[in-house]
């Protein structure tokens, strides 16, 4: 019974720690290989047979990582609904991916500097902006800029601020007749351009650094995630 008790927790150890090196989450991956990475674990989602999400929260992992620090491979800029964690619908554990959450998944100087800071010092190669279907955010700033400037409603300062960093998507869905789906589609793409226009630091690290930016859809009722165009 001794040995039992003893060897019952060095193998768990062992175990835990095997299922968090097998995921490559000990290492900095390419940015291809993080979205190849990101790809397979949304499939595992998808299909309801979630494994790294499990094994890389696990005790080993987390001591892992809060003693010897994170490497995240890559870097999520996606929307602050509740139905949109990145762990979760990648299937990812702790120290893997880098999240920065904000209505509508835009991006002004906090923002930009979470993404830099990332980049440049944790080393994640691959920059994802993931919008979503259904999102809240753009479809709550898609009806704010087709009201009637007269009739639209009071937003405070803050709200303001995250509609009108919504407003060029709106403005070019509104012109090409998307509607709001079509609205978050563009707000990606419009963000994925803003990082490398805004961030001098994320612009050179993908001319130099192989750093590179994506965006993506999720779908909350699939659970799917479909990459865009590439953006290079
Ligand atoms: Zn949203």
Redesign the pocket.
């Known amino acids: 019974m001794k040995f039992r008790k003893l060897v019952a927790p060095v193998i768990a150890v062992a175990l835990f720690a095997s299922l968090a090196f097998a995921s490559g989450t000990t290492g900095s991956l390419s940015a291809d290989e993080a979205l190849t990475a990101l790809m397979e674990g949304n499939a595992k989602f998808v299909s309801g047979d979630v494994e790294h999400l499990v094994a890389n929260a696990q005790p080993a992992r987390r001591i892992d990582t809060g003693t010897n620090g994170q490497k995240p491979y890559a870097i999520v800029v996606t929307?602050?609904?509740s139905r949109?964690s990145p762990e979760i619908l990648f299937d990812k554990g702790i120290g893997e991916v880098f999240v920065v959450r904000v209505?509508?998944?835009v991006v002004a100087p906090h923002e930009l500097g979470s993404i830099e800071y990332a980049a440049e010092h944790l080393g994640a190669k691959l920059i994802m902006v993931l919008?979503?279907s259904?999102?809240?955010?753009?479809s709550a700033a898609y009806d704010y800029f087709t009201t009637p400037e007269a009739l639209r409603p009071e937003l405070s300062n803050n709200l303001e601020s995250i509609v009108d960093s919504i407003e060029p998507a709106v403005l070019k869905a509104v012109t090409a007749g998307t509607g709001k789906a079509g609205a978050e589609d563009i707000n990606v793409d419009e963000v994925v351009k803003q990082i490398k226009k805004k961030s001098r630091v994320i612009r050179e690290m993908t001319e130099t650094s192989g750093v590179k930016v994506v965006g993506g859809k999720y779908d909350v009722v699939t659970g799917a995630v479909s990459i865009h165009a590439d953006h290079e």
């Open positions: 929307c602050a609904d949109l209505a509508g998944n919008g979503h259904k999102c809240g955010a753009v």
